[in-house]
């Protein structure tokens, strides 16, 4: 794909398609970076895209290994199925600017066996159902530093639109009790993004980029002693190369690493919700026709390090679409 011309004409905040969703683990979620997998570009004008994850959650790990069970007295979840649907439109005035809008809804379906006591048999499955709109992202980006506009930086915010503390179990010994924080559609915090990249050409046929985004909640709608909720920070970093010699598709390979803190307050499960996972994440953009760019990626992971006991990905995918006008 020409860099200058067909590179799915995004602009500087492609960055704002990575999504930093709220997850039942510490860092499962998908961390691709959507912008790197379609490829950077400098065109002003409007983008509408779209993108599904599949984020299954169904092995038990602790640090870096998995394991069987939890100790006694601890919650022994079974599963968490993730699925994300998230519209985003992108307005370029001009070569240097650029904001973007991200608006996710959220699929999904968790299991827990509750508290664990090896002595006894595993009690019967707590279930939960819930989909919805998540909290909306609003990601602004300069990227006028160099001649070029391969570098830039980005600045916005992750609004709590999505709800926060109206799921509950429907069925199983649960039936009627909450729903952890961190399992809502939404996290009830109003967040700031700070995100940056750079990329360029690699021999005459390769593209290297480097981006990282970081959040980190500002102020909370869950703020009483008694339901307090405040989500730990989290930063990715994605870095990886892409083949652009055939201007109908383009492989690449992504290496995403995440580092997510701890959550706070008293819904938070503190124990529970931090570490470090990287992401090997093969996959290959094609343009359809003109305007329009489809992608597809799995994400494997390689590396974990949770604190507590979490339930994992084996792996995770993403496919999108990009329209640009």
Sequence with gaps: MNRSKNSAALAAACLSMAPLHSWGCAACGCSLSADAAMGYSALPGWRLSFEYDYIHQDQLRNGRHAVAAVPDDSEFERETLNRYLTLGIDYSPAADWNIGLRVPYV????????????????????????SGIGDLRLIGAYQGFL?????????G??????????????SGPAAGTPLDASLQAGTGSTDIILGAYYYRPVGQYFEAFINMQFQSA?????????????PGNTTILSLGMRYEGNPKWAPQLQMNL??????????????????????????????????LNMYGFAQLPVYSDLVGYQVFPRYTFSVGATYAF
């Design 147 to 155: 001649a070029n506009h391969n570098l830039g930086l980005q600045l």
């Design 107 to 130: 699929i999904r379906t968790h299991s827990t066996y509750g508290d664990y006591d090896s002595s006894e048999p595993l009690p019967p499955v707590s279930s939960s159902r819930s």
């Design 157 to 170: 915010v992750k609004l709590p639109t999505g709800q926060y503390d109206t799921v509950n179990f429907h």
């Design 258 to 291: 995440t580092h997510k803190g701890v959550d706070q307050g008293a819904l938070a499960d503190v124990t529970n919700t931090a570490g470090d996972v990287a992401y090997l994440s093969p996959g290959l953009t094609v343009n359809v026709a003109g305007p």
């Design 218 to 230: 500002l102020s909370s709608k869950q703020n009483k002693p008694d339901r307090d909720f405040r």
